[in-house]
């Protein structure tokens, strides 16, 4: 790839004219020959820059009320040939065709178009663009050789690096280019999703994501539902392949997902068991089938209707506790014969085997707004013990610590406000989704049935006040686990010094709403 582009032509066809004219003054005083079409030509003359019109490149007049016009080889060879391959030079000069090295293009309004109720089909039709989007992902393609910019934000960038460097970097126009398909994707959807305007679920949904299946209703029976994977990388959830049961529920793939989350969170066999995308029951062991039976003891009433997952192969003796319970949804990265042997005895039990485990780069987390789209990255670092702050005069041991860092990995697999009980590698009692920190305690010593007397405490975010503390300590809790950070994180800690009892900070948060 040449790492620096002069700029000697540059074909320029666009429908918004914004900046426009500045663009073209530039381009000429850097001594680029500008090449255009039909209005946009017009708009750069009457800039008072020169310009050639297509048709005197290709010897072609635009015709078809403008739908042909830059869909000829003297365009777009002169943007698709790859100038390290002596051949493809050769060809540009045996034909005569010069070299275009800068491309900027932006399309047809289609969306804005068809957002008015009022538009015909022949006018939306006229606005499906061919020629832009062809130029647009050519020279993108070959961004090795040439720059293309399909932003009117982008032109002072570009014309800024003209004037400094007198050329485009290779970083740049490989930011370009993934601008530039970006815009095309989108574009295509846009029209995509007009002409499929009268299909519920489409096959596609975005450019990213393919419909596995229609869904028999949502959250609740009125709700309509389709469930899509992402193409071509999957992972997790995602790329799991049912090997039997019946058809999967929208809340049985939101519950898989937290229980798959959840059991993948430890370095060593783990089991999870998810109701309403909460941990009923979360346990590590030597083996699978020794962590199910204390995941099931962490709340073996909220157990009954959940989604277990497991983070290692489900043998025959975990299936064989499995089927005592009713569980609606099993998810595991791969099954012994015998365990699915078990397993078919339940029919109705939906059995879940993940292809890919790990996602193919950092994971993002989208979720839909009113009108728009959350997107950050997932929440995937946890401290370790070695980097957080002993806040109070006693100091954790090293068996203790090892459960606070099991029950803060725990903890963030609840809701917010979340709090975790834990004891012996295993979850004890959950408060989760509750509106006040202190509520969360409450319910989860509540949920521990007395385990809370010699478990660990871990709590998603810090505490606002001693009052949680209190409830905990009463409890029998003998060490705490959470981020600090209140502005009454003294009097917390005093709560805990009061009665001889380890707290640390973490300097973290772990909120899941």
Known sequence: MTELLRINRALISVYDKTGLGDLARG?????????STGSTAAA???AGVEVTAVADVTGFPEILDGRVKTLHPAIHAAILADRSQPAHVEALRAHNFEPIDLVVVNLYPFRETVADTEVTPQRAVEMIDIGGPTLVRAAAKNHAHVGVVVQPEDYDMVLERLRRDAGLSAGMRAELAASAFAHTASYDADVRDWLGRDVEFPERFGPVYEKAQDLRYGENPHQAAAYYVERGSAWGLGSAEQIQGKELSYNNLLDADAAWAA?????????????????????????????????LAGDPVSAFGG???????????TASQIVEVFTEVVIAPGFTAEALEV????????????????PPSPPR????????????DADTSTSAPDAWTVATQAAADAATLAQLAFAWRAVRHAKSNAIVLARDDA??????????????????????????????????????????????????VRAIVQPGGSRNDAEVVAACDERGVPMVFTGQRHFRH
């Open 27 to 35: 381009l000429a005083e850097a001594g680029v020959e500008l090449i």
């Open 44 to 46: 750069i003359r009457a």
């Open 263 to 295: 059991a993948n969170d430890a370095d060593r066999p783990c089991v999870a068991i998810i109701k309403h995308t909460n941990p009923a029951g979360l346990a590590v062991g030597d083996t699978v089938a020794e962590a199910y039976p204390r995941a």
């Open 307 to 317: 989604i277990v997952a497991a983070n290692q192969e489900i043998d025959q003796a």
């Open 343 to 358: 397993l078919a005895a339940k029919s109705n039990l939906r059995v879940l085997r993940v292809v890919q485990p790990a």
């Open 365 to 376: 987390v989208t979720r839909s707004v009113s009108g728009g789209l959350l997107v950050q």
């Open 427 to 476: 979850v004890v009692g959950v408060g989760a989704g509750q509106m006040s920190r202190v509520d969360s305690v409450r319910i989860a010593v509540e949920k521990s049935a007395g385990r809370a007397a010699g478990a660990v405490l871990a709590s998603d975010a810090f505490f606002p006040f001693r009052d949680g503390v209190d409830i905990a300590l009463d409890a029998g």
